[in-house]
């Protein structure tokens, strides 16, 4: 195999193959259907103070080139999940990063302490300010750069931990949050959650889904996703991490040439859990075949002007 390492802050992953949050469970659930220990990392879903049932359903529709969800951060709380599911992580094949939401401030911070505060193996916090999906907290913070440059510096000066903020599409300008994040101490961002969409069946002229509004994934956003990470790959200096429609390796190819250090494979996994080990393999190949690392691609896009 060639050799597939990458690197994001101090911490060396063993390929760019992550799988996203929301798509993967706790990480836990899905041996019997993949080989994790082939994936570079796994980003576990949102983890909140308190546990959340979530929205009511309908909360996910298919649609052309993807789906909308609206989970509305359905999980177990931190006190849950550090009893139940941190002991599980002892000597697991990967690495894991929590991915963490709160509907404050405070409760970001008090998430992260938690995790803090209990030995543990995982590699690191993604920060989760785009969640369209809630009424308090998720996208409202991750379209406000002074917000997000508050919330990062205080989670920094809690955790030597790579730290991660998600960012959210929605906005007018990706790379005004992106450099707030850097300045503040992350070690990188992640780009893109959700668009903000809508569904509606004609026949009986109901939404489709129960909030109204969800957050498009899948194929159908690849294009604004490789648009935000190569703005961002422009105008920051810190590793950015791709989401958004990957499904094969070409795709991951073109995350790499506008300039993702890593990426994460999401609602692809719905369909095949599998997906993402036969990414990297594809990977694999790939670079053996043509001599180089994923790294040599990193921006390499070729432009007109
Ligand atoms: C959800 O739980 O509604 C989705 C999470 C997200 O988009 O961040």
Redesign the pocket.
Known sequence: MTNLTIKIGQTVFKNPVFVA??TFGYGTEINDLTDISALGAIIT??ITLHPRE??PPP?TIETLGGMI??????NMGVDNYIRDMLPLYHQFPTKIIV?I?GSTMEEYLQVLKKFESVSSNITGYEI?I?????KEG??AFGVNADFTARLTEQLRSLTQRLLIV?LSPNVTDITQIGKAAQRAGADAVSAI??LVGMSIDSTTRKSNIYTTY??LSGPAIKPVALACVHKLFLKLKIPVIGIGGITNVSDAIEFALAGAVAFQVGTANFRDPDIGRKIVYELDDYCTQNNLKYSDLKGQVIRYQ
């Open positions: 949050s929301g879903k949102s979530g929205n909360r969800n609206s989970i509305g951060l359905a991915n939401a989760n785009s969640c369209p999906n809630v998720g996208m998600k959650n959700t969800g957050g």
